[in-house]
């Protein structure tokens, strides 16, 4: 639901660096963010800073003092960058007869607020949204285009401070939320999101579209589409485009939908008992297709939950259904038809868990701390896996339910 009503499209649209790298992309931006406007769009503008601005305001740091710069005193050189940012883009809106108005950390309508872990900022939400709504959503309900620094943050007690990976991102999709926004829209020099690197592939395929949750699964590695800190931020109600640079406002690029649960929690994901059929030998991770056959084998008979491979063995985690003896068996001829593979084991009746939520990848040592708070009461991991922004683990059926207690309770010390 939207938390006010209003009689035209709102959106905001956030720039990248290499959006605004020169005074041509620059010069575009502003005729369209001017088109949008004409047309009657209420629109809020979110910055990044020119070009490589901040790689060169670090280096120059970092180099002038020795490397020993201290984080508080970086963020506040570093916000340079998207601080002449705003004031330029703004300028160019006014003069092309868009009524704007820049927003600077020091002035006291400033919204993102943030706690004090500089360089890394983690936003205060609810400042955040309520000076968003009490000073930024009256200019955008008057037509007037607010351009506000991405990346940057200020502290409580009024330090500049920045968020990190994918700031720019991070507050244009809580500007969006706190305005009930229609649309992000994210300008960046690529066609959208891509099915692979244009680095390391020749011909990517552009997505027109994806869930944040599969999306969630590629950022951060490398292909710098977006960050999964930012996407824990994005409204379940508000879609974001991601557009190329060089298309205007309204192209198609890539449409990312849906959330990011926010909370860490553990769930039982398989409701039956699980099992694992341990296969050893000698290099088998050198024969890929001996792991190709048993997986068919098993998913001819029951679903395959993951799989975990080394050089002398493959383990492979099932759900457990019926009568397993014909699988056992049609395993077992694959193994003798190899000579890479020597014998097999099965463990049944286990529990297949889950532990997700965004910020798993980025708590230090949340393995270590469930797996301690299973030791310390005689409970064996029978297996553990880990992907994106969940770990996976495999214990006794019978302590299922004690073990998703200690997780949780593992978890919520963890917050403190």
Excluded at 300 to 327: F, Q, R, T, W
Aim: hydrophobic share 45%; aromatic share 4%.
């Amino acid at each position: 639901m939207r938390q006010h009503a209003k009689c035209c499209k709102r959106i905001v649209v956030k720039y990248g660096g290499a959006s605004l790298a020169d005074d041509a992309l620059l010069s575009k931006a502003v005729a369209d963010v001017t088109g949008e406007a004409e047309k009657g769009t209420q629109v809020a503008v979110v910055v990044s800073a020119i070009g490589k601005t901040t790689d060169l305001l670090l280096s120059t740091a970092r180099n002038t003092s020795n490397g020993k710069v201290g984080k508080g005193d970086l963020d506040d050189i570093l916000a340079m960058g998207e601080r002449t940012s705003i004031r330029i883009f703004a300028a160019a809106l006014n003069a092309n007869g868009v009524e704007s108005r820049y927003i600077d950390p020091t002035d006291p309508e400033w919204p993102i607020m943030t706690d004090d872990a500089f360089s890394n900022a983690n936003p205060l939400l609810d400042h955040c949204k309520d000076r968003i709504r009490q000073f930024i959503l009256p200019l955008v309900e008057h037509n007037i285009v607010p351009v506000i620094a991405g990346f940057i943050g200020k502290t409580l007690d009024g330090k500049i401070s920045t968020l990190g990976r994918g700031g720019s991102d991070t507050t244009a999709f809580i500007l969006a939320e706190a305005l009930g926004a229609d649309e992000v829209v994210l300008i960046i020099n690529a066609d959208g999101i891509m099915s692979a690197s244009p680095k390391i592939v020749k011909n990517p395929k552009r997505l027109d579209e994806i869930d944040v949750s599969i999306l969630a699964g590629i950022a951060d590695s490398g292909t710098k589409f977006i960050h999964r800190k930012a996407l824990r931020y994005k409204s379940p109600l508000i879609d974001v485009r991601v557009v190329n640079r060089t298309c205007d406002l309204n192209s198609s690029g890539t449409l990312i939908t849906g959330a990011l649960s926010t909370c860490l929690d553990v769930v039982l994901a398989c409701r039956s008992p699980a099992m694992s059929i341990t296969v050893v030998g000698h290099a088998i991770s050198k024969q890929p297709e001996i792991v190709v056959e048993l997986a068919k084998i098993v998913k001819a008979h029951v679903s395959l939950l993951g799989v975990s491979l080394n050089y002398d063995s493959v383990i492979l985690y099932l759900s457990e259904k019926g009568d397993c003896s014909l699988l056992f068996e049609e395993i077992h001829e694959v193994i003798l038809k190899h000579d890479e593979t020597v014998a097999m084991s099965v463990r049944e009746k286990l529990a297949f868990l889950e532990i997700k939520g965004v910020g798993l990848e980025e708590t230090p040592g949340i393995v270590g701390k469930i797996s301690e708070a299973l030791r310390l009461n005689d409970i064996n991991i029978f297996g553990i896996l880990t992907i994106t922004s969940s770990i996976l683990i495999f214990v006794d059926w019978k302590e299922r339910e004690t073990v998703q207690k200690l997780i949780r309770y593992s978890l919520r010390r963890n917050k403190r």
